[in-house]
């Protein structure tokens, strides 16, 4: 079966860092992407590991250690407007061709002043 | 904007209707998805399609049609519905070669079966 792991909540203050990790057991791996989802909104993509290492777009860090089945989301110098769901979600090829998402339960990360 | 529309944004049926989703992309992807969203569960992939083409149903049951007339158009038909397939209705799109695999989704359909 398919299973990812993620601290259903978090809570931060604001400037500060918090780490939001994700554990994956899944039959087809080809990489760990990250979403973002604020209340009402659509999923927006933050970042794609598909080799171990990290990797940095901004405030925001990923990192993915495949033989750990092991990625987590860093966020650095936290703003009010962080507060959202993110989720992990592991990618895997279909055999009809193109690729499938199975994504992660969620965590709710509260950034507070 | 994200580029990918989906009509209507709310929608409120009853078991024995028959009614449709709409999803429309502007930005030129070849790969189109529908997903369900429920309170506290992951997003689940409903259905996938690679150049108009189904390339994934993922144990959707049959009350659940979709239908993909071209690269930019996708669309969810509904008949006799149940109360547990009230949630959210999330339509993707994606460009196959993309290296981040990025998909964009639509700002979904609120369903409500009663």
């Known amino acids: 079966g398919q299973s990812l792991e993620q601290p259903s909540e978090v809570t931060a203050v604001e400037g500060a860092i918090v780490q939001i990790n994700c554990t994956y057991q899944?039959?087809?791996?080809?990489?760990l992407s990250w979403y973002q989802q604020h209340d009402g909104g659509a999923p927006t993509f933050l970042s794609y590991?598909?080799?171990?290492g990290l990797e940095e777009t901004g405030r925001f860090s990923s990192f993915l250690s495949r033989s750990d089945s092991y990625g987590y989301l860093l966020l650095q110098e936290l703003q009010m407007k962080d507060s959202a769901s993110y989720f992990c979600?592991?990618?895997?090829?279909?055999?009809?061709?193109?690729?499938?998402?199975?994504f992660g339960t969620g965590t709710q990360l509260k950034v507070e002043l | 904007e994200t580029g990918v529309t989906q009509t209507p944004r709310h929608l409120v049926m009853g078991m024995t209707n028959k009614k449709s989703l709409k999803c429309e992309q502007h930005?030129?992807?070849?790969?189109m998805y529908w997903y369900k969203q429920s309170a506290k569960k992951p997003l689940e992939l409903m259905f996938v399609?690679?150049?108009?083409?189904?390339?994934e149903n993922n144990s959707v049951p049959s009350r659940f049609s979709p239908e993909c007339p071209n690269s930019s158009h996708l669309f969810l038909h509904l008949h006799t519905l149940q109360p547990e397939d009230s949630a959210l209705y999330l339509c993707?799109?994606?460009?196959?070669?993309?290296?981040?695999?990025?998909?964009?989704f639509g700002p979904g359909t609120r369903l409500t079966v009663t």
């Open positions: 979600a592991v990618r895997d090829a279909l055999t009809g061709g193109g690729n499938k998402l199975t």
């Open positions: 993707a799109s994606s460009q196959l070669g993309d290296r981040r695999y990025e998909q964009y």
């Open positions: 399609y690679n150049f108009k083409e189904q390339t």
């Open positions: 899944t039959s087809g791996f080809y990489g």
């Open positions: 930005l030129g992807h070849n790969a």
């Open positions: 590991n598909a080799l171990d």
